[in-house]
């Protein structure tokens, strides 16, 4: 199974760029690089996902190296509603690892 | 009501009682997951269902059992608490677009 590191917290201001990374250094072929976002007392929620170079969607951008061993989720322009502990999940099917999780703390 | 569901939301028990903690949801995914979450260790894999009937351990499955005779439900049971299975259980369906998982509101077990 992928191992996943991930910073513990980090602080932003509102209307900043905010880019978040994950390593798994032994990421397995068949794996895909998940994130997801929980709010306090809820369960986490799909953000984006990604197997390699760039996704993006409506709400956040992934950049995965060709090497695939980190990546990166960023969220353009964080709002307050935007803080939130955020998971990176390395895996298929069965075979899931999630992160411990960033704190993300947006400031006005 | 549509998605996931879990219950009960809150509970506390004893050390060495029964507990089952139930899950439901109304998309029909194949596969189930349960979670437990804990400081510093993020969510942790206890089982997962890939169909009815078809249940294999996870990352940390000691301690639990799971049955899955319909689709929509994936109970889990503790058979004799203990104090370091406080914690969030939260319970996830697999499906959409990307595959992802859609979890539950989370139960929170406080053993004592």
């Known amino acids: 199974l992928a191992k996943t590191t991930q910073p513990i917290s980090m602080d932003s201001y509102e209307g900043q760029e905010v880019n978040i990374t994950c390593s798994h250094n032994?990421?397995?072929?068949?794996?895909?690089i998940t994130w997801y976002q929980q709010f306090p007392s809820q369960g986490p929620r799909f953000i984006i996902q990604?197997?390699?170079t760039k996704v993006t969607n409506e709400v956040a951008s992934l950049f995965i190296p060709a090497d695939r061993k980190s990546s990166t989720l960023s969220l353009p322009r964080v709002s307050l509603s935007d803080t939130a502990v955020y998971y990176c999940l390395v895996g298929h099917g069965n075979k899931l690892v999630f992160g411990a999780g960033t704190i993300l703390r947006v400031k006005s | 009501d549509a998605g996931i569901t879990q219950s009960p939301r809150y509970k506390i028990t004893e050390t060495g009682r029964q507990v089952t903690l139930m899950c439901h949801q109304t998309w029909s995914h194949s596969y189930m997951f349960w979670y437990r979450q804990d400081l510093g260790h993020g969510l942790r894999l206890i089982y997962y269902?890939?169909?009815?009937?078809?249940?294999d351990k996870g990352e940390v499955p000691d301690g639990y059992v799971v049955s899955r005779s319909k689709t929509e439900n994936f109970p889990l049971t503790l058979e004799s608490a203990t104090r370091s299975q406080t914690s969030v259980y939260f319970c996830a369906s697999k499906g959409g677009a990307y595959n992802e998982q859609f979890f539950g509101p989370g139960t929170r077990l406080t053993v004592l």
């Open positions: 032994n990421i397995a072929t068949n794996d895909y």
């Open positions: 990604g197997y390699k």
């Open positions: 269902s890939a169909a009815a009937d078809i249940t």
